[in-house]
């Protein structure tokens, strides 16, 4: 469906009833602008319309190999946030995502640095109480995006759920999470479970690099990746059967302070349909300047920045041209 | 395995995205751990066992624990707290006692001969760090967000074994 000006397809439906004692008068589909003025999430979004235009020296793709993106926020835990609240704030954005699923909540992440580099490997503190309040899911009618909301944590996903489905970009998901979070914020405030103070943001990209057909194991990383990683022949073993590849770098900012990270992982994996993949999972994730929304902003373009770039600086040109660099 | 549950073991990895809903994510890599007795890496370290304990006890803790009013003990403290932990704890060091504090954050102290080491977690980004020298009877006072050498420095030098 077309999308006009404020991102909004031309035509929506609206599900609430908003005081009248039979339903909304204008349940059923119509226009947007009498949709825009029913369903305050839809408000928030056409409110925060104004998209940010593609940075022009960000390197660009035609046909990225993009599985899956998430922009996420992790914020102080909101205690007074239960089960049933969560389904107030459902309520609000139904209309864009209709369907619903629960899912056990993910645990606080905190980048946090010293000059001593890597960390103590040790077990995910877990805290157990005896009813967590879970992180529930609402997705969109295609099932291509999705909002998450827990207690301290707030993510728009989008994901390719066939082939064909196109990327919509990283504008136009900022876009949806801002208006998200701004009316979560609102449907927070309002319900008076206090304020979101972010701690966290967190951008990943999930790429499937499909495996060059007549490529040796050995050689799937030399494939898709530059030169750099080729996996040594041992004079006893032969080659390698397979690996994995883990680096992190330190994100900082003007004045040269840490951050936050940019981790990248490339793993081989295999598709749903048997076709032989590298998964390159791509994570900026650190502290935002400040409480603001535009702070969060901020930090995931950064992000987008650093992964964009990096994506570009690390995969071969052979698979540049495959995916349409331009 | 779903990939919240395949990055539960090991925090280090957890750098992988966490959020993402994608089947294709799998287990993360483990290090190994000798069967044999300790190693130099791969083993949980002891101030990680001392803390969670503790840390199960405050959980408990509801809103007026002392009486006086306080706030119920922050999850997001606790976590925060482990993060700086395990950013700046070597395996060997003491681990420290953690005190709930009336706003709801925890303050963790070291304390020896040579000096006392109070790390106040307010919320997730907020800390303050004092520092005493008994030997010179210096003090410090700092406060910091998410960067930790110089408490780093500190323990490794003074409260690792």
């Known amino acids: ?326 | 395995m779903s990939t919240a549950q395949a990055l539960d073991q090991w925090s280090w990895s957890d750098s992988i995205a966490a959020q993402t809903i994608d089947a294709a994510l799998r287990a993360p890599m483990a290090v190994s751990t000798s069967m044999l007795g300790r190693t130099d890496v791969g083993f949980v370290p002891e101030w990680v066992n001392v803390f969670q304990q503790r840390i199960a006890e405050l959980h408990g803790l509801r809103r007026d624990w002392d009486g006086r009013g306080s706030a119920a003990v922050r999850p997001d403290a606790l976590f925060f707290a482990y993060s700086v932990l395990g950013q700046s704890m070597a395996p060997a060091t003491v681990a420290p006692s953690v005190i709930p504090l009336g706003h709801g954050g925890v303050q963790m102290v070291w304390s020896s001969a040579d000096a006392d080491v109070e790390v106040e977690v307010v919320q997730p980004n907020e800390v303050i760090i004092y520092h005493l020298d008994k030997a010179s009877g210096t003090e410090r006072e700092w406060h910091a967000a998410t960067e930790f050498s110089d408490l780093s420095t500190l323990l490794r030098a003074v409260f690792t074994r």
């Open chain 1, 1 to 326: 469906m077309p999308l006009d000006r404020a991102g909004l397809t031309s035509r929506e439906t609206c599900t609430r009833s908003h005081g009248y004692p039979a339903g909304c008068p204008n349940i059923g589909v119509h226009r947007f602008d009498i949709t825009v003025n029913c369903d305050p999430y839809l408000r928030a979004r056409a409110r925060l319309s104004g998209m940010t235009s593609r940075p022009t020296d960000l390197p660009d793709f035609a046909s990225p190999p993009i599985g899956e993106v998430s922009l996420g926020v992790q914020f102080n835990s909101l205690e007074g946030l239960l089960a049933p609240h969560l389904g107030l704030i459902w309520a609000d954005f139904r209309a864009s995502f209709p369907l619903l699923e629960q899912h056990p909540p993910l645990l606080p992440v905190f980048e946090t640095f010293t000059n001593g580099g890597t960390p103590s490997l040790i077990p995910q503190l877990q805290i157990l109480t005896s009813v967590p309040t879970p992180r529930v899911f609402f997705i969109n009618s295609d099932r291509t995006e999705l909002l998450q909301v827990q207690r301290d944590r707030f993510h728009h996903n989008w994901r390719k759920v066939a082939e064909g489905v196109e990327y919509p970009r990283f504008e136009k998901m900022l876009g949806t999470f801002e208006a998200g979070l701004t009316h979560l914020t609102k449907v927070i405030a309002d319900i008076g479970l206090g304020q979101i103070v972010p701690n966290q943001c967190e951008l990943t990209y999930v790429n499937h690099l499909t495996v060059p057909a007549g490529t040796k194991q050995s050689d799937i990383f030399a494939a898709l990746l530059k030169p750099w990683l080729k996996a040594p022949m041992l004079s006893d073993l032969g080659a390698a059967e397979d690996g994995r590849v883990m680096l992190r770098y330190i994100i900082r900012d003007k004045a040269k302070a840490p951050i936050g990270r940019l981790t990248i992982g490339a793993e081989p994996a295999r598709k749903l349909d048997g076709t032989d993949i590298v998964q390159m999972t791509l994570v900026a994730r650190g502290k935002p300047k400040g409480d603001a929304l535009g702070d969060v902003s901020e930090f995931l373009k950064l992000g987008r920045r650093h992964i964009v770039k990096s994506f570009d600086e690390i995969t071969s040109p052979e698979m540049h041209k495959i995916w349409g660099k331009k």
